[in-house]
């Protein structure tokens, strides 16, 4: 009975050592966000240039890092950042499909979809410590 209750005791360590180590291989939360703003400057400009298939490549690295931004509040309870992240992420996809087939209109609609979503988050959970400085506030 000990040598099971043993064995039971080390699966649930292994368990949350695993847990606890593929949460610490998330990248810091601040350089997820200075990869989004110059590929969300690159893709307006792209948009702006009429670039399809530039517009497709940021839009698609977008996507990815929306991913990041929603693994990182996710465990935080956020709900609200939770669903900024995944609606700016979707309406990433969107530009990148709408962009692909040429339907700039279309990709520039998407596209004020995530700065909207940007900007609601921000104004929710980031606090301006001057000098360019921000903290977060889950």
């Not at 990041?68 to 900024?84: C, H, K």
């Not at 700039?104 to 301006?128: F, P, V, W």
């Amino acid at each position: 009975m000990n040598r099971q209750f043993s064995l039971i005791i080390i699966v649930i360590a292994g368990v949350f050592a695993v847990g606890i180590a593929s949460a610490q291989q998330h990248r810091p939360y601040n350089q997820i966000m200075k990869d989004i703003g110059p590929t969300f400057a690159s893709l307006k400009k792209n948009l702006d240039a009429n670039s399809g298939a530039g517009a497709a490549e940021d839009a698609a690295k977008l996507e990815k890092l929306f991913a990041e931004t929603e693994a990182f509040w996710a465990p935080l309870n956020t709900g609200d950042a939770v669903g900024y992240a995944k609606k700016a992420r979707e309406a990433s996809a969107a530009v990148g499909a709408a962009a692909k087939n040429n339907d700039m209109k279309a990709a520039q609609t998407s596209y004020t979809a995530i700065q909207k979503n940007c900007g609601n988050c921000h104004l929710a959970h980031r606090e301006d410590t001057g000098k360019d400085n921000y903290i977060i506030r889950p």
